[in-house]
């Protein structure tokens, strides 16, 4: 059996080298010193605890001068059930070698010094990984996208973990340090229930024209299928052909949960949504899961949140929703990236400067096939010493030599106003010249900035904390068509997000996965 342990502990330090070294830890202070309390104790070798590269584990054993800590039965047997059950929280249990680990603990009594020691190791090293996985995700975004704007989280995981140890409240550790927000727990709500779903076995629906009430299509057998599966249509059916007015709500509450059109008609994009699978979908809540974890613990007091999939602004104070906005965000091509700030200035009757990427794409190829096209648009162009340019004479040769500004005005690219935010990707919310799109389904339509519904009310409401900002205010400054800024006194956060799926009263609810991040995402988490 010494033997068998002995292979054991060879092939865990093995796999533990493998692994690829932790990240240099931010360590506020000072380990706290452990107690220990139970009757066995080893001392570790401190080679043993260097065959696993990590500065924090290094740190976490000086603490305890080099002792085995794991002596007491219930704190093990509760750090083995939190590995093993990680997976309610979409996290992997053979992440935390929770196999190996248990193979030690089924013979902990007749373990050597040298295994009890590398058992202790391997407890400590999983615990903090599954800690620092809860808190801050499996993976840093900035190492995954090159838009993705947050602040790193950090966590000081020896201390948590000893100040629980200690006080004998590992469990008060794991609630505490998960997200706070209630998008978080509708997620893992939403884990829970997908999990009570059975295995489906629905075969894929053919693309199909549009099918509206009353329609006979053969495809609404496999329709109605996947619509009792999801539990959008109650009861038995005949599995007829014919589009009933059952189907008909049934599909309406489907489109729905799915941010589509609840009209009922059975398009392209119902189609692709009833095609998902169990598995595809669970895939989604658990990559989604991972993106709280990323995105800060615990909300501001005053925030605007944009929801990119959803295509939606919630202005929340107090913790109570104000407002609702539909935007537009940016194309998979020019994507609205993913922001953590805070409001700073709106500015009415803004101008605009043509950015570069539009410049390149849009303005240049227009402009050589009309020279007038510009001026159409109530641009003027200047050059380096800001003298305006007559559009004759611009060089398409060397239009980077060149500002493009278009004048203040109703039609004006902004709109009537903008609203800043400090960020590194130049952009901010603003009303819109194309005032129509907002009724659209897919808004996924702009060049990365994030464009706002009727933002005029939403500025007087940000901008009105003292009664100073009646609408016949703002009305008179959008009246005179010069550019002004105010300062945004109230504090407000600004998250720009993406998620794709939830719950809510114990509903599934999903958003198309409009810039294909979902499925990538969780087959890295799984790798």
Known sequence: MKIFYSLVVICLLVGCKKESPEPAPIIKKKAPAIILTDERTVEIDTALIGTFKSETLKQFYIASENQTIWGNLKKRTFVLTQLEKSEELGLEPEDYKISQLKKFESKVASLSDKDLATYDILLTYNFEKYLNHIYKGKLDPKKLYTNWDLDAKEFDVNSVLIKGFNKNKLDSIVENIQPKTQTYKELLKALEIINTFPD????????????????????????????????????????????????????????????????GVIGAGTIRALNYSKESRKKQIIANLE???????????????????????????????TLVRNVVVGTSKRRTPIITSFLKTVVFNPTWTVPPTILKEDVVPAMKRNRNY??????????????????????????????????????????????????????????????????????????????????????????????????????????????????????????????????????????????????????????
Request: net charge neutral; charged share 25%.
């Open 200 to 263: 489906d076995n629905v075969k894929t629906i053919e693309s199909v024209d549009k099918i509206v009430l009353n329609d006979t299509n053969p495809a609404l057998i496999n329709i109605k299928k996947r619509l009792l599966y999801w539990n959008d249509m109650s009861g038995k059916d005949s599995l007829t052909q014919i589009y009933n007015q059952k189907t008909f709500e049934a599909v309406k509450r489907f489109q729905e949960r799915h941010g589509l059109a609840s009209d």
């Open 374 to 527: 510009l001026a159409n648009k109530n641009i003027t162009i200047y050059d380096t010493s800001g003298n305006v340019v007559n559009p004759m004479s611009w060089n398409e040769n060397k239009p980077n030599n060149y500002r493009y500004v278009q004048s203040p005005g109703y039609d004006n690219s902004l709109g009537l106003m903008k609203i800043l935010f400090p960020n590194h990707h130049s952009v901010y919310l603003h009303d819109t010249n194309h005032r129509n799109i907002f009724g659209r389904n897919n808004r996924s339509m702009s060049s990365g900035c994030v464009r706002v519904e009727n933002p005029i009310e939403l500025a007087q409401h940000i901008l009105d904390v003292d009664g100073n900002w009646p609408q016949d205010r703002i009305d008179t400054i959008i009246a005179s068509k010069k550019t002004m800024s105010f300062k945004i006194a109230k504090k407000y956060a600004l998250y720009q997000w993406y998620w794709t799926a939830w719950s809510k009263k114990n509903q599934l609810l999903f958003r198309a996965d409009i810039y294909d991040l979902d499925s990538d995402l969780y087959a890295q988490l799984r790798n």
């Open 291 to 321: 993106r709280w974890r990323w995105y800060p613990s615990e909300l501001a007091e005053n925030y605007f949140i944009i929801n990119i999939p959803d295509y939606s602004l919630n202005v929340v104070e107090n913790q109570d929703t």
